[in-house]
Each structure stands twice: as structure tokens, then as C-alpha cells.
């Protein structure tokens, strides 16, 4: 079965200070590993998609990599804005996955200006 | 371009009522899913359809009915609601089975 488990579950940062998000993951052939920013209210929006233990995606202040194991989700000098729950999800390549996403539980990102 | 969109945004059901969650897209995206979100369980899977005309149930399908109207159109139906299912509901498609998922903005449902 796969699983998603997403650390630190909550992380406090000033405004401009630099930090990680863990993703860690066992699944049964990695089709996809997915990163969504979810705000109070809303549904998750789509970040990134890592296919490969070494690629990397950025996007503004964010750069996701890969390794076989783990993503990290890498914040550079964030701002307020950037406050949300951040999730990761991954897309095994099992029999009976069917393009399921399985979730973590999302790692809550509050900045303080 | 609106995305995917549900309705209602909010409901309140009492136990043994019945109703059917909408959900719309306007991508032309092939693959459709209705989630369910609760506090310490994170999403998980209802039902999906990996095209028009095909619906599969999930990680948690019991109590649930789903039908895919059209290309466009996924609804869930909850045929007697139960306190259980009290949760916030997001739909989500993507262009293909195993492509990037594109959430809707959710239905807050609460069953008394």
C-alpha cells in the first residue's frame, strides 16, 4: 500500500527566513510525486509534478526535488503570502492504483512578517 | 475559464436525507474524481471515472453513488446520509488517468 508521511505538521517562519518541508513516501512504482498549496476554504492547487529521483521544479519562491525515498519542498525568503498547508501526494504504477493520489496529511506553513 | 466547480458550497443534511454533490469542468480533461477530506485522515479516494461513460470506486466508496453525466459532469449522490459522512467533498479531473489533478473549491457537508 502506498504511503505518504509529511514532516515538520506544522512550521512557523519569519518572513524572509529560509526552510524545508519533508515528504517521505514508499510506493509501489513512482508514476508521479504532486505538490499542492491548500488555503483555509479552498480546494488544493496544483504546484508541481516530479517524475525521477533527481529532477527539480521551481516556482518562484519554491523548488521541489526528488530523491527515491523522499521530496523536499524547499521555501526561499518567504513572505506572509506564502502561509498555506502545503501537501504532498504520490501516483503509484501498481495494478490497482488507477491514477489513485494518495495524500500526507500536508505540512501547515504559517510566515510572520 | 472557470475550472472545475461544485455545488452547493455548503450543506446541512439530516440523517436518512438524500442529495446529489455537482461538479463541472470546462478543460476537456478525460478523468474525473470526487474526494472526501477529513481532519487526520487527509484526502481520500471515493470514486473516479477514468473517462466518459466509466466510473470505479475508490479507497472508500460505501454509501456513495456516482454518475458521469457527460465529458463535463461528475455528480455524487449520498442516498441516506449518515453522521459519518460529514466532510468536506472536493472534485478534481485531469486530462488523463495518471496526468496532474485539478481541484474544485469544495462542498462543506454536515449531517446531523
Known amino acids: 500500500e502506498d504511503q505518504v508521511t509529511q514532516s515538520p505538521e506544522a512550521l512557523r517562519l519569519q518572513e524572509g527566513e529560509s526552510s524545508s518541508l519533508n515528504c517521505s513516501y514508499t510506493?509501489?512504482?513512482?508514476?508521479?510525486l504532486f505538490w499542492y498549496r491548500q488555503d483555509p476554504g479552498k480546494g488544493p492547487e496544483f504546484l508541481f509534478t516530479l517524475y525521477s529521483a533527481g529532477e527539480e521544479k521551481e516556482k518562484e519562491r519554491l523548488k521541489a526535488t526528488l530523491t527515491k525515498k523522499e521530496s523536499f519542498l524547499h521555501i526561499t525568503a518567504p513572505k506572509p503570502e506564502d502561509s498555506a498547508t502545503y501537501l504532498c501526494?504520490?501516483?503509484?504504477?501498481?495494478?490497482?492504483?488507477?491514477?489513485?493520489?494518495?495524500f500526507g496529511q500536508g505540512t501547515i506553513l504559517t510566515v510572520h512578517p | 475559464n472557470a475550472g472545475v466547480t461544485q455545488t452547493p458550497k455548503f450543506q446541512v443534511l439530516k440523517t436518512g436525507q438524500s442529495m446529489t454533490l455537482q461538479c463541472a469542468q470546462d478543460?476537456?480533461?478525460?478523468?474525473m474524481y470526487w474526494y472526501r477530506q477529513d481532519p487526520g485522515m487527509g484526502l481520500r479516494l471515493i470514486y473516479y471515472s477514468a473517462s466518459e461513460g466509466t466510473t470505479d470506486k475508490g479507497e472508500v466508496p460505501n454509501g456513495y453513488n456516482v454518475s458521469r453525466l457527460n465529458k463535463r459532469e461528475f455528480s455524487l449522490r449520498l442516498e441516506s446520509a449518515a453522521p459519518s459522512q460529514t466532510s468536506v467533498y472536493f472534485c478534481?479531473?485531469?486530462?488523463?488517468?495518471?496526468?496532474?489533478?485539478?481541484f474544485g473549491p469544495g462542498t462543506r457537508l454536515t449531517v446531523l
Open positions: 510506493v509501489s512504482g513512482l508514476r508521479g
Open positions: 501526494a504520490v501516483q503509484g504504477a501498481g495494478g490497482t492504483s488507477y491514477g489513485k493520489l494518495t
Open positions: 478543460m476537456n480533461h478525460n478523468s
Open positions: 478534481a479531473s485531469s486530462r488523463l488517468l495518471y496526468n496532474e489533478q485539478f
